[in-house]
Structure formats: structure tokens, C-alpha cells
């Protein structure tokens, strides 16, 4: 039996982190639970990366757009990525696009000058890491189960997902852990589930203005059997900590 453990929406930013090598808290639970357990593998489920350097909605914003670099937010990804395989070398890596990693090419496209100068795989060196490369809006199939980013952020977003998918589906994107069960009484009981896994980023970002949201601090500790069946334990990371079989990390 393998242990995955699944990194949803990181969202690492720049600014001092990688001068102080400072992470957020739930992030540095998560990183806790891989030292420990030294998984079979890593999957980061997009948006590891926040890239604000490439942020359209603040590039007319002069003040805010100060300082940002996009060598910076590539700079930072690879010292988080170096860090991570330092706790566990062994373990094989996922690492899946999210719509901020995405800017990169939405951002050569829009600037032709850029082209051939910008490409956020090869920029980050995650192929030249043995990572796996899961495209933007592609899933990745571990087992029975599906992986994706996700693309729908409406309120009832597990419902939704498990009527469009046909078999298990796990993902990030809208930084909150709901779930959707279904059983089909025709295929001997078999049993679907769609859940997102949380976040392991700021939950009240300067853009959101301290505006009310429901987003929850979580991965996931996915067990996979060798017949493709699986457990998925989607663990809530409160206040910098969770517990894992009795033990808080």
C-alpha cells in the first residue's frame, strides 16, 4: 500500500519568504507530516505557486505590482521544491497546473515579445526534477480515483463534480473541504466521491479585503491499495496543526 500526500493550493508568494525561509503554518504541518512518513509520493494539486507577478487583475496597479518579479516567484518555487525533497528524497512528485501557474502562458500570449523567453516548466526545472507534469485542466488518475485543479467554485462545487465525473475525484482550486458521496445501487454498490481538500495558503489574502469566505486549511493523505482501491484522509489543518492516528503534527 502507497501513501500519497496530496498539497492543494499553496499559493507561495516571495516577499521575505525566501530571504527568511518562512512558511506559512499550514503549510509547515504538512511538511511535519511528509517528514514523518516519508511518502511513496508528493502531488502538488496547482497553484503552488500564487505567481503575482503575473497577476491580471493587479496590473494596472502600480503600487502593488512594485517589486514583483516573475524570477522572483520562480526563485521562491524552486527553494520551496528543493526544501520539500530534503524531507522526503525518495518520494516520487506530481506536480499538476493550476490557473496561477497558467499566467505564464496567458501572459506569453498576450506579449509576443515574451515568447521563447517564458515558460513556467522549464523556468521552475520541474521536469528536470523527474516530476510528473499534469497540464492545465488535465487530471491525473492515481488508482480509481481522479485528480484535478478544479474549475468550479459555486456553492454546492462536490455536488457538481459528482455528476460529472464518473469515478472518485479529489481536488483544489476553491480553498474549502466539502464532499459529495454517491452510490450506484446497479454496480454492486459501488461508491463514488467528490471532495475538495482545502488550502494551505493565507485564508484572508489582502485582496479579499477581510471580506467573510469559507475557506479551511487541509490536505489530503491519499492510501492507495494495489488492486486501485483507496482511502482518501482529507486532514483539517486548525491553527497550524493536525492530528494524525493520535498524534498532533
Given at each position: 500500500m502507497e501513501l500519497w500526500i496530496i498539497l492543494p493550493d499553496i499559493?507561495?508568494?516571495?516577499?521575505?519568504?525566501?530571504?527568511?525561509?518562512?512558511?506559512?503554518p499550514a503549510l509547515q504541518c504538512a511538511?511535519?507530516?511528509?517528514?514523518?512518513y516519508k511518502p511513496a509520493g508528493i502531488m502538488y494539486l496547482g497553484d503552488a505557486t500564487d505567481m503575482e507577478s503575473l497577476c491580471y487583475f493587479d496590473q494596472d496597479?502600480?503600487?502593488?505590482?512594485?517589486?514583483?518579479r516573475y524570477k522572483k516567484d520562480i526563485d521562491s518555487l524552486k527553494h520551496m521544491l528543493d526544501r520539500h525533497e530534503s524531507l522526503s528524497p525518495k518520494?516520487?512528485?506530481i506536480y499538476m497546473i493550476g490557473n496561477h501557474e497558467d499566467r505564464v502562458r496567458q501572459y506569453v500570449e498576450n506579449h509576443s515579445e515574451a515568447d521563447g523567453q517564458m515558460n513556467f516548466v522549464e523556468d521552475a526545472g520541474i521536469e528536470k526534477r523527474g516530476y510528473e507534469v499534469v497540464k492545465y485542466n488535465d487530471y491525473k488518475k492515481l488508482g480509481k480515483a481522479i485528480f484535478i485543479h478544479g474549475f468550479d467554485a459555486s456553492a454546492?462545487?462536490?455536488?457538481?463534480?459528482?455528476?460529472?465525473?464518473?469515478?472518485?475525484?479529489f481536488y483544489g482550486h476553491v480553498h474549502d473541504i466539502q464532499s459529495t458521496s454517491a452510490v450506484n445501487p446497479a454496480g454492486e454498490g459501488q461508491i463514488r466521491i467528490a471532495a475538495s481538500l482545502g488550502c494551505l495558503c493565507d485564508l484572508n489574502p489582502k485582496w479579499m479585503?477581510?471580506?467573510?469566505n469559507k475557506w479551511l486549511h487541509g490536505f489530503g493523505m491519499f492510501w492507495l491499495k494495489s488492486n486501485g482501491e483507496f482511502q482518501m484522509d482529507t486532514k483539517s489543518v486548525i491553527r497550524g496543526s493536525t492530528i494524525v492516528n493520535g498524534k498532533e503534527f
Open positions: 499559493h507561495d508568494k516571495h516577499p521575505e519568504r525566501l530571504a527568511r525561509k518562512v512558511y506559512h511538511e511535519r507530516v511528509i517528514e514523518a496597479k502600480r503600487k502593488l505590482m512594485e517589486g514583483r518520494s516520487k512528485r454546492g462545487h462536490s455536488a457538481k463534480m459528482s455528476r460529472t465525473y464518473t469515478s472518485s475525484v479585503k477581510n471580506v467573510p
